[in-house]
């Protein structure tokens, strides 16, 4: 039987393609009863990140997927969308009118996978750990609001928060507000190697060969409690070096689903031409793909940027790269998000050279421009050197800029990014929760993802926080239409495109379409084989 299956439930994101490793295959689909899912994600370990999968630490979609079986947070995100409610918490509430204390109580009986008891000062040691490593490539600035946890007996925590923050709940929900025994995760320092220890639905058991996961199984873990309805007893995921030998192990039966991340082609083709026995799930994507820039670095300055924001054609570079998997997006939120605007095509309108000599001609700036524009080309698919060939092309194509284009392996250039060594970068974001303040709190906060320079008084004194104490989320539409339209001004970032996600897998499995959370990571509690 084959088959297309379209989703389309309230918010679900594109799988993040990260980092691919070396496929293990051994055993084939349905060995010892489990449901085999194949990744291209890469989870190493290195000398300058020798602890991927602390909570403190790892903070990229693949190292996400890991945690979220296995470690519980207080609240969660409804598959679907919509606001947190309590996970390893039975309750959680704000306090106060002013949305600054937020206070959680843990379910009675609540233990971690060994047995031992989750407490409240297990949770205030998780969070306060990733606020104390204070990791610069880690997802402390999800908790930076915080100025103190205070516990009262073992089952009460609460957070006291420097500002209003109605989106708190939502992060509590993430990875980085992940709970772990404090016995076993050191209070200053970050846990070295690839075992994670938790009370989530799962235990895990990696395999490693040269530094790297290539293997990792997922037992279901019989001391969890918590809301969600686990309906398998074991899920492994094995992870290949490409999109190519994922789809090939897919064909030989060798797993039962390919998740992140299938190629354009992959997707184009099974669209076209269905395979017998494999069903194609279509679902709408949160995912975005922008350049960033070292706004401190004269080549890429102001005048430069908006040049490049009104010469790069979006329409082209995902009609042509990625087909179907993607649209054009001019702006850092995406258009499945509420508050978005098209604040880019609002004051750039169609792609103009002559628009962008202008602007450039103006500003004094001699052409052409210099520069070259670096990406990852093992991060985020096979497809993302033909997209910066083709932002190259259009540039240079114009006769104002001179760009080459320069791809390094993830483990380089994350660290290399993050130091400033780059003028100008591809980058791409999967939210943390979906929410507009997660597409630009990032991005424009002080302590940004990207660790950039750039600075807006008005953004960042102003503007985030007043979205903040905004309960309604609608009613902080003008705020994130304010945000949107100085980024199209001052182009810190440059936003592409936004993507869908396309997942395939074998007859036989059900829960597919439920495996994806409204954040883009996966829910393998939600995978059965009916009937085996």
Request: aromatic share 8%.
């Amino acid at each position: 039987m084959n088959r297309k299956t379209l989703v389309l439930p309230a918010v679900v994101g594109l799988l993040a393609p990260v980092l691919a490793a070396c496929g293990s295959t051994a055993g084939g689909a349905g060995g010892e009863g489990a449901i085999v899912v194949g990744t291209t994600d890469q989870i190493v370990a290195s000398e300058e990140n020798p602890a991927p999968l602390d909570p403190a630490i790892g903070y990229e979609a693949g190292v996400w997927n890991i945690l979220r079986q296995t470690v519980q947070t207080l609240t969660a995100v409804p598959n679907g969308g919509g606001e947190p409610v309590p996970e390893a918490a039975r309750s959680c509430t704000f306090t106060d009118t002013a949305n600054e204390s937020y206070r959680c109580t843990l379910r009675a009986g609540l233990t971690f996978a060994d047995g031992t008891p989750v407490t409240a000062e297990d949770v205030k040691h998780s969070i306060q750990r990733v606020i104390d490593i204070d990791s610069d490539s880690g997802p402390v600035g999800l908790l930076a609001n915080i100025d103190m946890v205070e516990t009262k007996g073992d089952d009460q925590v609460i957070f006291h928060l420097n500002a209003p923050d109605a989106t708190f709940p939502y992060k509590l929900a993430t990875p980085a507000a992940g709970i772990v025994p404090k016995a076993q995760y050191p209070a200053k320092e970050a846990r070295t190697g690839f075992q994670v220890n938790g009370s989530g639905p799962y235990t895990m058991n990696p395999q490693v060969e040269d530094g790297r996961v290539v293997r990792i199984a997922f037992t279901r873990n019989p001391s969890y409690k918590g809301e969600l309805k686990v309906l398998n007893d074991k899920v492994e995921m094995d992870l290949f070096p490409d999109a190519e030998a994922m789809g090939k192990a897919l064909d030989e039966k060798k797993i039962h689903m390919m998740t992140r991340a299938m190629s354009p082609e992959q997707a184009h083709d099974m669209l076209v031409e269905p395979k017998e026995g494999i069903e194609l799930t279509e679902m709408p994507g949160l995912a975005i793909s922008y350049l960033g820039f070292d706004t401190k670095d004269p080549v890429v300055d102001k005048p430069v940027r908006q040049a490049m924001a009104q010469i790069i054609d979006r329409g082209e570079i995902a009609g042509k790269v990625y087909g179907t998997t993607a649209e054009p997006l001019y702006s850092l939120i995406p258009t499945s998000i509420a508050g978005h605007t098209n604040a880019f095509f609002n004051k750039y309108g169609e792609p103009s050279t002559a628009k962008a000599r202008e602007i450039l001609r103006d500003a004094g700036t001699e052409t052409p421009v210099k520069f070259t524009l670096h990406y990852t080309n093992d991060h985020y698919g096979s497809a993302t050197a033909e997209e910066f060939k083709a932002i190259q092309q259009q540039l240079n194509s114009s006769g104002l800029f001179e760009v080459s284009v320069e791809g390094k392996e993830w483990s380089k250039y994350r660290p290399e990014q993050k130091r400033g060594d780059y003028a100008a970068y591809g980058m791409g974001w999967f939210p943390d929760f979906p929410d507009p303040d997660n597409y630009t709190a990032p991005f424009l906060d002080e302590n940004n993802f990207l660790n950039s320079p750039y600075r807006s008084r008005e953004a960042q004194k102003v503007l985030i926080p007043q979205s903040r104490r905004q309960a309604d989320r609608a009613a902080a539409a003008a705020t994130y239409e304010k945000l949107q339209d100085i980024v199209a001004t001052d182009v810190p970032v440059l936003p592409i495109w936004q993507g869908k996600q396309y997942v395939a897998s074998r007859d036989g499995i059900a829960g597919v379409e439920r495996s994806v959370s409204a954040t883009s990571e996966l829910q393998l509690w939600e995978l059965s084989r009916p009937g085996v």
